[in-house]
């Protein structure tokens, strides 16, 4: 009987600038990283997904081309994380995202019996429904685990707006259409992706 797999996924939120990860990104990742020995036992293994495969610009040079999910898999293997044990995962949003990642899960990690989110407490006002219905959806249960003290007041009250959005679109039955349309607006991503979110 193989091992149980335990999946932690790390949610990015930017860069600081091209080739490098912003403070809540790297914080996020921290505490993925601290409490991950607490959850594995003599018959279980760890794996890491991070999200964000989107360059900071494409096609400028060849740095350029790292995008937020390569370097937070190099960030966790210079901490000792094998790097057979990280997975990039496609999604240019918070739906997109969810829905790609807990299908990965599903179809990849068939001994997966926890699966971890790690973000932002502010990331989850809105994303904590999407990825757990993302995840229900794919026979998992989902458990979260939110980050204090990072991002800047204008992120928070996007976020809170995007809060509303998503809950009153719930609400109204809607929400498979507002998933259509952050994820088209979203798309341009794949070309260059500066969001601020610790502002």
């Known amino acids: 009987m193989g091992k149980k797999t335990i999946v932690i996924a790390a949610v990015a939120c930017h860069f600081e600038e091209a080739g490098k990860l912003c403070l809540t990104t790297m ?14 036992g003599e018959n279980e293994e760890v794996v890491y997904l991070v999200t964000g495969d989107v360059p900071f610009e494409k ?13 937070q898999r190099e960030y966790l293997v210079n901490r000792g994380v094998s790097w057979k044990k990280v997975f990039i995962m496609d999604g240019v949003g918070l739906f997109s995202e969810a829905r790609n990642t807990t299908e990965f ?8 019996w926890k699966f971890i ?11 904590k429904l999407i990825w757990w219905k993302a995840a229900r959806k794919s026979g998992l249960r989902a458990e979260f685990v939110p980050v204090y003290k ?45 969001f601020d979110g610790c502002g």
């Open 27 to 40: 914080r996020r990742l921290e505490l993925a990283l601290t409490r991950a020995g607490c959850y594995a």
């Open 59 to 71: 096609g400028k040079d060849q740095r350029s081309e790292q995008t937020l999910a390569w370097l």
């Open 105 to 112: 899960v599903r179809n990849t990690f068939p001994n997966c």
């Open 117 to 127: 989110i790690f973000s932002s407490n502010w990331y989850f006002w809105p994303g």
């Open 150 to 194: 990072n991002g800047g007041s204008r992120t928070k009250w996007l976020y809170g707006a995007y809060a509303v959005v998503v809950w009153g679109c719930l609400f109204i039955g809607l929400v498979g259409i507002l998933d259509l349309l952050m994820t088209q607006l979203q798309s341009r991503r794949v070309n260059s992706f500066k």
